[in-house]
Every structure is written in C-alpha cells, then in structure tokens.
C-alpha cells in the first residue's frame, strides 16, 4: 500500500503562509520548501494511538535511544514516570542529539495516574515483562490504541505497573540471555508495532486531524 509523500491537507502556499504569521528562532535549518515539506511529510505518518511510557529508566542513553525509536516509528507522545529514580537530562530538548524536540513528553506522579490517564483515553496499556500471563510479542495485536511500558534497566516494571497495566508482553529469545537491553526492546517492539500498522494501512492517511497538523507544523517550524 502506498504511502502520503511530502503533503499533508495545507497546500505549500498555505503553510507558508501560516509559518510567516509565527516568528522562528535563529536556527541553522532555515525555513525552506524541502524543510516544510519534510516536517509535513513526518507528521502525516505521526500515530497519535501509540504511546510509550518509560518506568523509572534512568541511563540518558537509553532514554535518548527509545526517544530515536519513537521518532523513527511515529510516536508522538512518550509517557514518564519517577518515583525511584532521578528524571534525566536527556528529555531536554537541547540534548539527544535533537531527537527530543520531536517527540512530546508527559510527565506523571505515579503508574496508577498515568495508566489512568491512557485508560480514560481509550488505549489498552502492555507491560514488556518476563509475567506468567506474557504474551509472545508477535501474537500481540498492536494496530490498536496501545500503550507499551518498560521499567527500570534493573528492576524491570515495578509490580504497581504489572497490577495496573492490561497484559504483559515478552520478547522471544533463543539464547542464554533473557532479557534485552531496554532501548533495544523498545526497538524491537516498536518496529512489530510499526510493521503491523503499515501492513493495515495505518500509515497511508494522517490519524492527526488537519488542525493539530497545522499547529505542529508551525510549531515544528520554530524548533
């Protein structure tokens, strides 16, 4: 199935017309054609029904590492939660080699609010976690609106996450090892995810309605 390419519902005229009513930054990617047209393109692929939320994950490198999966894969929104650990400096727009100014985070004060929340939404929420009721990652069904947590590089989902969330998931693995870096589980799960999704069509129309479409590119526009 064929995907939308460097368009979204505002023609270029009007884009450009709205970005000049907004004043932009100094910034060394100037506001071009190719640029508007690129940051339209991304947008129109953003799948506002997948959603991460990272537990107690402290290492920077891993967060900026599920921040470069989010973006590859479409996730508009990622979910925090620290109770146990210190929040790091990785989600600052400033660091992460860039890849946080493109990705919206929310921060909440406990896993019951912020599963609540995603509950009150409408999204089904997935622990990745070695559970008895796991579920094989691949028999997921992930084209749905879904939220997918990891826990602490150590301690893994704390068992408040485990009660709160719907179901867990697992990653099969042949060898030794059971478990994989957190960043690199992201990956994976996201990619099943994304794979699922392009297989169902999710990608080929935007699911960001053509208001907050517009709204972002403006704001994207001064980043």
Known sequence: MSEPRGDTPLA???????????PV???????????QARIASV?????PDLTIILEDVHDPHN???????????????????????E???????TTSAGVAKWTEVTHHD??????????????????AALAPNAVDL???????????????????????????????????????????NISV?????????MRQRRAAGAYAEPKLDAAALAALEIDWLKR
């Not at 930054?25 to 640029?35: C, L």
């Not at 479409?74 to 109770?83: A, K, M, P, S």
């Not at 019951?112 to 999204?123: D, I, K, N, R």
Request: net charge positive; aromatic share 6%.
């Open 185 to 193: 589980a992201c990956a994976v799960t996201l990619y099943e995810a």
């Open 12 to 22: 270029a005229a009007d884009r450009r017309q709205l970005a000049a009513a907004s």
């Open 43 to 47: 947008l129109c692929h953003r799948q």
């Open 63 to 85: 967060v900026s590492a599920v921040l470069r999966s989010c973006d590859a894969v479409g996730v508009q929104r990622v979910h925090t939660v620290y109770t146990h650990e």
């Open 110 to 127: 406990s896993i019951e609010a912020c599963v609540a929340m995603l509950h009150g939404a409408g999204f089904q929420v997935l622990a």
């Open 25 to 35: 930054k100094a910034s060394r990617w100037p506001r071009t054609d190719r640029r």
């Open 138 to 180: 691949y028999e997921a069904d992930l084209t749905r609106p879904v939220a997918l947590l990891f826990g602490n590089e150590m301690r893994g989902a704390t068992p408040e996450a485990l009660a709160a969330a719907d179901g867990a998931l697992v990653i099969p693995m042949m060898g030794m090892v059971q478990s994989l």
């Open 87 to 93: 929040r790091p400096s990785a989600f600052a727009r």
